[in-house]
């Protein structure tokens, strides 16, 4: 991601936003919490890291960036 947040010009503002070039912001923590798929991945006890992973990258992907 790091690569891809490089090529793009986006930097980490924080631990809990993703800022990039153009101005828009998206709250990675927020969005996690918003999403049930993700809520209710991280707060199985069984859940593999795979899938805690696939969770977030997903609530973070479907995310809405606002202009910050």
Known sequence: MNLLCRAQ?????GRDAAVSALGWVVDLTAAVKADRHATATL???TARPGSKRAA???AILLAHPVKG
Do not use: N, T
Request: overall charge positive.
């Open 43 to 45: 707060k199985e006890p």
């Open 56 to 58: 977030i990258k997903s």
């Open 9 to 13: 010009g986006c930097f980490r503002a």
